[in-house]
């Protein structure tokens, strides 16, 4: 630009000036000289196509910043240039402009010089510049068509992209790449510059593909590809046979699948219903509250990304696009149920990067060899995945166990190929209302499923006029799937698989995953002020509390989640217990009524049952502390001993419930910190080697119990299938006869006994529990395919009695009938 600045100077400062007035780029980091050194070496930056407006966007930011400016002159080692900054793909033309097949000369020449420079550094400070792909701005129609994409642009595309998006602009500055790392002494210099260029030409393209997406610009040939796959090949030969006609039915067949299939993502859609949906967004939540996003960005750029979320809401498909979108990260290929596929709807899902997958593939070898040979392609050409690991959304707030096949195909794809890292990154979404609630409830009341429909669709759109609180998105720590491979199996790299031929060591492996994933959700949780009301107010029998005993207990739940933190990653508000009832009351989930003796705080029965959800989405981050409270509920002292034992017996089933972290040899020395913890708030004291409950009728007493109360529905449906077992007795009841006795009689107990927890007779809790008995080996499957049992479980039911009620547990046994025996439990 130096011939510009001496021929044209005035016009070069006033196109400058002008340039300010409009485009003002965000710039990433938001302090350059974080990563950009000041200690005096040479530095030169990187441009991947050239151009007016990029010298000027990176003049004007390197001003700001006090960074060299890319227009000065660059004397290094015997290289002499007249600016300091190196354009990758420079065009050439004047009305049909194109990329110069040639590389850059002023990079040959610094690298030349490097090659003889000795010591001397130079610093490669890669800078990328998106016209129209900043982050924070509200784009008009008009400014869609010019935003960044893969085509290079030409001058009439450049000058109305710097005219309309100028300010919608990012320019990110990439941590700096020594010369002299990349190149020896002595090195062949032409060797030296190809290596240069080509380490260069793949970060942008991998910072390219991390900001806009992948290159989406060849879909049919993906499904041509597809089509290619040897399990298609093999399974359209199968269904075949030899009949060269039932071959070209079969081979539509597949076609039709994989166009059924398959995303067909359009950057110009992507921007369009980003714009609808911050709209959305501001009609239903008071904001996007964001935690540990870091995580996301540091894996973006190097591996491959499978986001797997929780699975709370149909928000949660759109929700994570757009934080990606807005956070400079392209959006993924999201995995969503044909249901979705609707009309209208289902086209605009498919363009913003769904694709779609039937609830089953049961009996159709060729839809499942096609959508396998999809994923696997997906993957290998770079781009991120999401998908639910549950499988459907949760009714209850707890997460559901992790659904196998997704995860099969994403690790079988993986062993196969294994290009670049596979990284799982979990995702945690924390609401305080779901546009889903009602339905919910009513769900798990029995009531069928509703089929979505874009008439529903409609109707939803009433939700609008809600006010729906915050939503919480956190980024948990993300899983290397190669590190669990290498416990498993050191050997995978040289193993050749298919699904239909999963080795045990690669199905163990999946199922670790699996369980790994669903727990670095629960690390990731965020604790809203909601759920912590929820959690106080529902263990009061009548969901009511004076507002000065509410605060109290709600104060005693922050300071726990500080002093017995569940891990890192989780967040904790910084509200006060004040500020926390205000917000209720704002979003007409609690009431206060005014009362001389204090005020009363209160949960109408309906808002209650939908608090159920929100309690159990933190249940976990005070379950420990809650089951060793619970101990105290009906006893006043137990030895510290015997409340680890109690606490060991019924932590597997907590941890199958829950999705609790530690196994159970590190559960005694947890629990160990729990009580110090409860012992540190005053809610136990010590008496020797025994742990003693504060007295009754005092504050601590009252919260300890509180605590408690949150654990006793586990333990409740505990004590009910141990007393359907020893009533029906060993060898007379199948897992599923068992299952559909524990549901009925849990329903009759909450009917009749207004137990406010909709997912308390869910049978989903109780499969999971039974599964559980089984895996300790207190049940076993006979060859009648009937549940076997010993005497070990009457001293289960036993320990049960220390905790549970005795009209509750009455209730339960009265429920089951009378049986010989029955009265010992």
């Not at 930011?61 to 007249?82: D, F, Q, R, W």
């Not at 006609?245 to 076609?255: E, T």
């Not at 995953?513 to 959690?535: D, K, Q, W, Y």
């Not at 009728?697 to 505990?718: A, D, K, T």
Request: with cysteine; charged share 25%; glycine share 6%.
């Amino acid at each position: 630009m130096k011939f510009l600045r001496v021929l044209f100077g005035p016009l070069y400062w006033l196109a400058g000036k002008i340039f300010s007035v409009w485009a003002r780029p965000v710039v990433q980091p938001a302090d350059p000289k974080e990563i950009v050194p000041q200690n005096g070496v040479s530095i030169c930056y990187v441009l991947e196509t050239g151009g007016l407006a990029d010298t000027l966007a990176l003049e004007r930011v390197c001003k700001i910043h006090g960074l060299p400016s890319p227009t000065e002159s660059l004397v290094y080692a015997s290289a002499e240039e007249n600016s300091r900054n190196v354009v990758m793909r420079r065009m050439r033309g004047f009305l049909f402009r194109r990329a110069r097949s040639k590389g850059s000369s002023r990079l040959r020449r610094l690298v030349e010089a490097g090659v003889a420079a000795g010591d001397r550094e130079l610093l490669l400070v890669p800078v990328a510049l998106y016209w129209g792909r900043s982050p924070d701005k509200e784009r008009s129609l008009l400014k869609l068509l010019f935003s960044e994409n893969w085509d290079i642009a030409g001058r009439t595309r450049k000058f109305f992209a710097t005219l309309l998006v100028g300010r919608d602009t990012l320019l990110r500055f990439s941590t700096p790449l020594s010369l002299r790392a990349i190149v020896d002494d002595g090195t062949d210099i032409e060797v030296a510059y190809r290596k240069v260029s080509r380490v260069l030409r793949v970060h942008f393209r991998q910072r390219r593909t991390a900001t806009v997406g992948p290159d989406l610009s060849h879909r049919g040939t993906l499904v041509d590809l597809v089509l290619l796959d040897p399990a298609v090949k093999r399974s359209i030969d199968v269904e075949a046979g030899d009949s060269e006609a039932a071959r070209d039915r079969a081979r539509q067949k597949a076609r039709k699948y994989a166009r059924e299939i398959a995303a067909s993502i359009s950057y110009p859609t992507i921007r369009l219903v980003e714009r609808f949906l911050r709209w959305v967004w501001n009609r239903l939540y008071d904001g996007i509250v964001l935690g540990h996003v870091e995580r996301m960005h540091k894996v973006a750029r190097d591996s491959e990304v499978v986001y797997v979320p929780c699975h709370r809401s149909h928000i949660d498909y759109l929700l994570l696009s757009f934080v990606l979108y807005h956070q400079g990260l392209h959006v993924p290929h999201v995995a969503a149920g044909i249901n979705l596929n609707m009309p209208i709807i289902g086209s605009i899902l498919r363009r913003g990067g769904a694709f779609f997958l039937r609830r089953s593939f049961k009996g159709n070898r060729l839809y499942a060899a096609v959508f396998n040979a999809y994923l696997h392609q997906i993957l290998q050409r770079g781009y991120s995945i999401e998908y639910f690991v549950e499988g459907g959304r949760s009714r209850t707030g707890r997460l559901l166990a992790p659904k196998a096949g997704m995860l099969a195909m994403t690790v079988n794809s993986y062993v196969q190929s294994p290009k670049r890292p596979l990284v799982f990154v979990p995702i945690y979404f924390g609401y305080e209302k779901l546009i889903e609630g009602g339905s919910f409830i009513s769900e798990l009341g029995g009531a069928k499923k509703k089929k979505e429909s874009l008439s529903g669709l409609v109707r939803s759109i009433r939700s609008l006029r809600e006010d729906f609180g915050k939503v919480h998105v956190n980024v948990g720590v993300p899983i290397l799937l190669e590190e669990i491979l290498d416990r498993k199996n050191p050997s995978w790299r040289r193993a050749a698989l298919e699904i239909e031929q999963r080795p045990d060591w690669l199905s163990e492996t999946i199922d670790e995953l699996g369980a790994e994933i669903l727990e670095r959700i629960n690390c990731a949780a965020s604790v809203t002020p909601i759920s912590l009301l929820a959690s106080a107010l529902l263990s009061t029998p009548k969901q009511t509390m004076g507002e000065l005993e509410l605060q109290r207990q709600l104060k005693m739940s922050l300071e726990l989640l500080v002093r017995l933190p569940y891990a890192d990653s989780v967040t904790v508000p910084d509200w006060t217990p004040e500020a926390i009832i205000d917000h209720g009351e704002k979003l007409k989930i609690v009431t206060r009524t005014a009362h001389p003796l204090g005020d009363i705080v209160a949960m109408a029965e309906k808002e209650a049952v939908q608090m159920t959800y929100f309690r159990n989405n933190i249940q976990h981050l005070f379950a420990l502390p809650a089951s060793i409270a619970c101990c105290f509920i009906h006893g006043q002292r137990l030895e510290h001993s015997e409340l680890q034992r109690l606490v060991r017996l019924i932590y597997p089933f907590m941890k199958t419930e829950l999705r609790l972290r530690w196994d159970i040899d590190s559960v005694d020395k947890i629990t160990t910190q729990a009580i110090d913890a409860l012992i540190d708030l005053e809610l136990l004291n010590t008496d020797g080697s025994c742990l003693v409950r504060p007295p009754g009728g005092s504050e601590h007493s009252f919260q300890l119990l509180m605590l408690g109360q949150s654990m006793v529905p586990m333990l409740q449906r505990f004590y009910l299938v141990v007393a359907l077992l020893y009533k029906h007795g060993s060898g007379t009841l199948s897992r599923a006869k068992l299952e559909s006795l524990c549901q009925k009689s849990a329903q009759r107990l909450a009917m009749i006994y207004g137990l406010h927890s909709p997912d308390f007779f869910d049978n989903a809790l109780f499969q999971d529990f039974i599964r559980t008995l089984r895996e300790m080996q207190v049940l076993r499957r006979n060859s009648s395919g009937l549940l076997d049992f010993d005497d070990d479980i009457e001293g289960i039911g036993k320990d049960a009695r220390l905790v549970l009620g005795e009209e509750i547990r009455h209730s339960i046994l009265s429920l089951t009938f009378s049986a010989p025996g029955l009265d010992r439990l």
